[in-house]
């Protein structure tokens, strides 16, 4: 784990998006997210193998708390790993990713917490051991208040196999 100062990675943004282009950007940004969260996910059921399912989820919120990444609140949360079920929604207040794109572009049109998107689905994939895609319906980024995101498995959102794309390999030719 490094830490690094907010402002570093808005600038890391800013020049990727100026670099590869926004969805380039954008895909690149929700991988390594994911790739975080995965982690994490492995590293919360080495340390509490006998947690609820509840409990095991809410680590990564709560390590995103910690660092100063958002403070994460569950809004909903219904989940059952052994069945398979989950249905989330989470509430995100100081964003450090909704503000480094304000303080770069201003005011977006649609959501850029691409890498806490990521995350979200990297970890909560591999605690669900199934692909749970989150999207954010709210983003400080856009104006709004705060950042809000609802998460469900890949196969119940209508334009699922849209979203996975991003999380494909994207090759820079």
């Given at each position: 784990?490094?830490i690094?100062?907010?402002?570093?990675?808005?600038?890391?943004?800013?020049?990727?998006?100026?670099?590869?282009?926004?969805?380039?950007?954008?895909?690149?940004?929700?991988?390594?997210?994911?790739?975080?969260?995965?982690r994490?996910a492995?590293?919360?059921?080495?340390?509490?193998?006998?947690?609820?399912?509840?409990?095991l989820?809410?680590v990564?919120?709560?390590l995103?708390?910690?660092?100063?990444?958002?403070?994460?609140?569950?809004?909903?949360?219904?989940?059952?790993?052994?069945?398979?079920?989950?249905?989330g929604?989470?509430?995100?207040?100081?964003?450090?990713?909704?503000?480094?794109?304000?303080s770069?572009?201003?005011?977006s049109?649609?959501?850029?917490?691409?890498?806490?998107i990521?995350?979200a689905?990297?970890?909560?994939?591999?605690?669900?051991?199934?692909?749970?895609?989150?999207?954010?319906?709210?983003?400080?980024?856009k104006?709004?208040?705060?950042?809000?995101?609802?998460?469900?498995?890949?196969?119940?959102?209508?334009?699922?196999?849209?979203?996975?794309?991003?999380?494909?390999?994207d090759?820079?030719?």
């Amino acid at each position: 784990i490094i830490i690094i100062h907010a402002e570093d990675m808005g600038s890391l943004s800013r020049e990727l998006i100026e670099t590869l282009g926004k969805e380039r950007a954008k895909g690149l940004l929700l991988r390594m997210g994911y790739a975080s969260g995965a982690r994490d996910a492995e590293l919360a059921r080495k340390l509490i193998p006998d947690a609820s399912d509840t409990d095991l989820l809410m680590v990564g919120p709560n390590l995103h708390n910690m660092e100063g990444i958002v403070h994460v609140t569950a809004e909903r949360l219904e989940m059952d790993i052994a069945k398979g079920h989950f249905d989330g929604e989470f509430l995100w207040m100081n964003s450090f990713e909704d503000e480094a794109h304000r303080s770069a572009f201003g005011i977006s049109e649609e959501p850029e917490c691409w890498m806490q998107i990521g995350y979200a689905c990297g970890y909560t994939t591999h605690i669900m051991g199934k692909f749970i895609l989150y999207k954010e319906v709210e983003c400080g980024a856009k104006g709004d208040p705060y950042c809000r995101i609802v998460g469900q498995p890949l196969e119940k959102w209508e334009d699922g196999d849209f979203w996975i794309q991003y999380f494909r390999p994207d090759h820079v030719a």
